[in-house]
């Protein structure tokens, strides 16, 4: 029953999202349903699938999650629905996939033999297919193949066989492999807790006298409240009616790994993940690339919104004039997460050249990443019909050559164009000039002074963790038995 | 843990409810989502809060189900998305609950250890409690209070064990108490199965080559296929590429007992329930109506819609002219189900007394129930006001005075008239000049020559299944062990 | 530029559709927004297309106007808008056309010389090319091509040269030719108005102290009220500070001319039109049908809701049984108005014959009218396949020869089944034992005792009233000098 | 009648909005409607409140317009209602009233003596009220207050008395007084015109072959067009099957007045207005303020986003570094033009600092204007809590101190906070270290080298053509004579 696979698996959800939590304190007066809504529009870029946030008023829950955006979603009747309550988690979904199961919006809310509970979470988990097996061989069902319904059913099976909650979680987190940064609402008290690896951000915040756990620090900053610390990897931190508690889980992984591309291009350049801030990492990522590449041009722009920040750092450490290039329509949405005919016809009135600033320049143009390479081509070629002499296009990180495993949407090899063709044959067919990416032992250097270590498994082939062994495939249990 | 108590829960979630199943023969050419939603427009006097299909297309499940009417839930887009398949199942949900759980719509689908699972059902499990506490025990996660989840659960429990679905299913039906009818779509099969007592309706029947299986008989008439036969109680039919199969539950029950209250009310009157036709019953409940309470009047008139059958049958009985009494406004919905205040709203212009018709004439007047007595105190006020000289009502049920755990929304003693006041005393409050309900001994026999047994327990106290012993409170599991 | 023509046209939006106003004296306390949307429940049978209301309050006029059905259109955020108010006006729209105009949605609110004026109106301007020409010849723009916005104007036109609204609106009542009941709400007053020949129904009434101008009593009925008289043709009506006052246009009509349609099909039973119960008027033509179609058989039936009091009146007068024959589902709408393929689904699932009251009988079964056959057909059908012995069909009017030009959309002569087939034919096609219509004769003693006479067009073709003589083809503009 | 009033009037909606129009040359074969949807979204900075599509196909006008933001209304279901045609126009709708009128939506499509018209328009007529008045003698009725719908009559009311439409536009130009940039769809081809004055930006280009008009060239570039030139003041361009035509208004302004706050703020930056790049002289702006304002600071940011590229010109001006200071969050709507309460709410949770690039800093950050000083104050201090420890705050153009009656929605003059305190005061208020405006004799360099002349009326109250002499109030009427 179990298949090995080497390719990423398209029945299972993935998680890559963004979580809040916040425990409110009897002083506090703000309503907790619109302060959640306030931080997931803060959360916004790491999902736009879907939204939802669970209110927790004296063990009473309330849901509220549905497809679309915060603004979509949270009307202010969908917050009067929700209430007040001591607890909140909130969770913004992110999906690469076309069919989308409802099932598996989040917050996961669940009733298991201590109460109920809800659930969000930002991961992947690398032995879901083990765990789930194992699961259903004990006759359990599922509504769904999202990785935070496997998480709940371990989390209840070892509240089966343990005294209290906390106790629970950690032992949950022994069993779960792979990326996961998570929020739950028990009855009373707010539990976050991240993989031993420290895949994904999260971090701590205090609001007057309440407190806050989130994917990142900018929703602190947003909310007006202050900022802790971060979650360590493999820390369980708990808040309730006594006040903070951590604990530690007993496996340690051999390296925290938090994932490099945070820095790059997901979170926001506001954020401070594990001790350095995502806008000095891009800034010197900028920095780096110009000690790489040193390119003589006119102007320096960004590629709105992700290149801007290591455009700047270009700039400065080249002295070559840092310029606007592009004008972006704002009313027309991000295009990652959407097809791919929407994403060609969006891309053709999404981004304008600002000719009377780049005609007649030779101009070094900036991106994070190049995944299939169509919109660098596009980029280039709005550059040269808006009179640019020259395009040098640089990429403030290395070519993708290896799946993730561990929460980001990357693709199989196959689609890698990197894995398809040369560096010179990939600066032909976006018909730039030169085309230049940061080196690994570059990109190692943006988040230089962090707390923990980085995973560039996507870059390198090198994962920090075990990758899946087994491939989950929803219909196999059919093939062989399926009366 | 456990708590006895004689007042019916709120917190669990009724499933009364209209189902149906269809297996398309390879030799029939319907779209199978839109045929489903034809037959769940024949089911809808069964529930109007929510509506689903789920479509079995070679094993790939594709569920539709929202809040909402059929016509509102399933427009065209919604019949595209489902496509078409071989094996469909569909539900309309009732629910007399203010807060709707949107976890609770059905179908419910499933993944377990052989495979996925459709399951719609119509009923009541007694024991509901004790079950879920004993799967809670074995680390089981809940995401809602529903029975069809609870059914789900012991379904897959038993399939652990067991070599097919076919036996698990019976050995569920082992351990499932109280009413059920529901369809369940395997992989490879549709499988009905029905209570040892048969509380709910449940039948099949034959479209060309294809089988169907539903709560009524009249959707079937009107999707132009055959009627075959009831399922009996106790009975698990399964039809699959081989054929259909029948298989007995192994545990029978000492009577069956058919809700008598389905041919006075719940179903429709095109309806034929095990062998008898609920038109005729509720005929025959008219004239019945007459033995026992034979008045001089000018008119006789039925209060739209349920009213109107049992009055034909009491002015034949009678010889006293059948007449139009009331207009009712068909724009505006049913009331049951609906919020208090705006029940009283809506009672207000639903019906208008039919005037040139009523005016100088002593008129009788039926319904088939009488449950807080304001909508009877209504009709005889308009009655009145629209110049009736006297106005005699009769009811074709006995008085209710005990609560139902079988499925229909039947009230606590104590929001039952009947238990609060004597028949005297209703009188006066509904302004009537006198006011007849059909005998026990009466309602016994409108529908003999039925091939099951019946419950009266609403009427009587007197049930033909043990009552829940232990009544499922959700939160009981926080207040003892709460963290 | 004119252009003479036989059909009916097609580029003109027909006002076939209910109005309502009230004038609410300060004595009274309901809240006017919420009164009228009650008041267009009553109404919603006239159309279903779209629903309008403009509440009034101190000349601050506030409209809500959509497509749809009054409860979608006006749920509690509606009405909310709406606020309260003095005078309020409310529409539904009936329309057959494919391709509806938004802007022909109604009550129309115009600003003019002396104000503003919000107008609903129900009925066809004849007249309607000639008098638009004209306009547009002064320079006027036309933002729709409904009746509703050239009488705006025509009492726009003659504000200009009267001295108050009551003199410009009798003045536009010399000029308009054709079927208009309107009910119009200018700063200070509500006024209603009826053609004079009468041809649509309009009516007074009084609730508590506040008075209501409507299509049909029934509506004043169900909010409680009390009906006063019918407004009568020719005459205005105005209510204002002062109280209610009543004018006659200075031309009179020959003959008055109410459609008799009405009162065979369009009215709701309970109202009461010119001094004839709507409910008493099928019930004589069902004594009457029996006088000419006397036939042997088990039991009458009507097909819902139409045919049922017909039937009821044909039982009476025959002796034989009058029984439920269909089961109607109530959850599938009104076919009239919908497109054509969905009629066609709707029609199979929206009646069931009681098989359990039909089989082995032979039938009567009783429609109000047969427009193109296809009803008739899958009626008979149904008996049939329920096992009915014989099925005679009876219609409790004659067949339609000819179109309207007064306001009901009957269709034109080729597309008439009883112009194409003789009445055999149509027997022979409709799979009936005999068919049987009521004579023109018949049909002019149903409403015997009226204060009014009436208008038989489209049953002989011979019009109280001048018919179009021009045809408004809305483009013959763009065809002769189109820059 | 008449009233002398020296605020701008709340009763009539203002037309600053974004047109567009398209002639289809037969050679090219784009799809009109989804052309014309994404020319919205390149306009759609230029009005939220609404959006609207008019589509000829060979004289069929098909309209679809609605309340909401372009990718609300024109989702696929829109675009395919629309389908082809040969001439097509578009509008986006800003709006700063609180209750806004669904009759003001455009393109308003009139049908008139000649045929159909669709026209939309950006702009405000100053003679409003005396040609309402005019007209409203004739007996005209108005279901708006827009100037739009008095644009189509005076176009009307000329056609009337002149052999084509050409004329009877040139000759409305001659009526018609004040600001506005229009495009006009008639049977045949499209017209676009601009007010003596220029007030409003509007500009033809060319797709292949077929021609386009609209508001900003950015559009033109987004398309993938190639800009033509501007149509002139007081020039109206016409397209038809003989090709393009231009012709002159007789009637000439004594000097051409653009709205040079189309520079400062209105138009996109990748738009060329009057021969000048919006983006040029917005840099400029920003070197001209350090010519006026030379601050000692460590980093030079802008307010996102409009004060961007004033920033940019500062820092090369200055040799300060420009560096990113804040984070917009990209998913909450632009603030102007929403209630005032939404604004202050977003305010707080849209824009963040960027701490790890501010702390410590002396900071200059430059914006486009002040209004209430809300937001300013806002941004001071989001500086000072990141850590700044200098802010000093320069504004790239002069303080409001008069109401615009051209088009833009500035505020009367009480309203306005460079009326109510000393420059002093304002940075006090908002807590800036300094504040420094740029001068309006600087503003004057800032699009030197236009093909026109500048109105600045709200800066320095001489405006270039005369302001309204009445002003209308739409109850008046009914004041006087209100029948």
């Given amino acids: 029953m179990i298949k090995y696979v080497d390719i990423y698996d398209k029945d299972k959800v993935n998680d890559e999202c963004g979580v809040f939590g916040v425990y409110k304190d009897s002083s506090d007066d703000f309503n907790i349903a619109s302060l959640t809504r306030e931080a997931l529009y803060g959360l916004q870029h790491r999902g736009q699938v879907s939204a939802g946030i669970t209110v927790n008023n004296n063990e009473n829950f309330t849901t509220v999650k549905e497809f679309g955006m915060v603004s979509e979603v949270f009307n202010d009747k969908a917050i009067d629905k929700l209430g007040d309550g001591n607890i909140a988690v909130g969770h ?8 989308l199961d409802r099932a598996a919006n989040q917050p996961l809310v669940m009733r298991y033999i201590a109460g109920s509970l809800a659930i969000a979470s930002n991961g992947a988990i690398t032995n879901f ?11 359990a069902i599922f509504q769904s193949n999202s990785n935070v319904e496997i998480m709940s059913y371990v989390i209840a099976t070892e509240r089966c066989t343990t005294d209290d909650l906390e106790t629970a979680v950690l032992f949950a987190m022994d069993k779960l492999e792979g990326a996961y940064s998570a929020v739950l609402c028990g009855p009373s008290r707010l539990i976050g807790f991240r993989d031993k690896n420290g895949f994904r951000p999260l971090c701590i915040g205090k609001l007057n006298n309440s407190y806050i756990i989130t994917s990142e620090s900018c929703v602190i900053d947003s909310l007006g409240g202050e900022f802790l610390r971060d979650v360590e990897p493999g820390e369980m931190v708990v808040i309730d009616e006594t006040g903070f508690h951590s604990y530690k889980s007993r496996i340690k992984a051999y390296n925290t790994s938090m994932c490099i591309f945070e820095y790059v291009y997901v979170a926001r350049p506001d954020s401070v993940i594990d001790g ?13 690339l110009y000690n790489e590449h040193p390119i003589d041009a006119d ?3 960004g590629v709105p919104d992700s290149g801007i920040i290591a455009a700047q750092g270009y700039a400065k450490a080249s002295g070559i004039p840092y310029g606007t290039g592009f004008v972006k329509n704002k009313y027309i949405g991000r295009t990652v997460g959407t097809g791919k005919d929407k994403k060609k016809r969006l891309l053709k009135t999404r981004l304008t050249a600002l000719k009377a600033n780049v005609s007649g320049k030779r ?3 900036v991106d994070d990443s190049i995944v299939r390479g169509e919109t660098a081509n596009h980029i280039v070629k709005l550059l040269r019909d808006a009179g640019a002499k020259e395009v040098h296009m640089l990429i403030s990180s290395p070519p993708f050559v290896c799946p993730c495993y561990f929460g980001m949407d990357i693709h199989n090899k196959e689609s890698l164009i990197a894995n398809r063709f040369s560096q010179e044959e990939i600066c032909n067919k976006i018909g730039a000039d030169s085309l230049g990416y940061l080196s690994v032992s570059g990109l190692n250097q943006i988040a230089e002074g962090a707390d923990v270590g980085f995973c560039n498994g996507c870059f390198t082939g090198e994962y920090p963790a075990e990758i899946p062994r087994t491939i989950f495939v929803d219909k196999f249990a059919k093939k062989i038995n399926k009366k």
Avoid: D, W
Wanted: aromatic share 6%.
């Fill in 276 to 288: 350095v801030s995502v806008h000095n990492a891009r800034f010197k990522a900028g920095e780096l």
């Fill in 129 to 139: 297919a083990e765990i789930r097996q194992q699961l259903e061989h004990g006759g």
């Fill in 363 to 365: 101009i070094i143009i």
């Fill in 299 to 301: 102007m320096v722009c």
């Fill in 92 to 99: 913004v979904r992110y999906s690469a996939h076309e069919s």
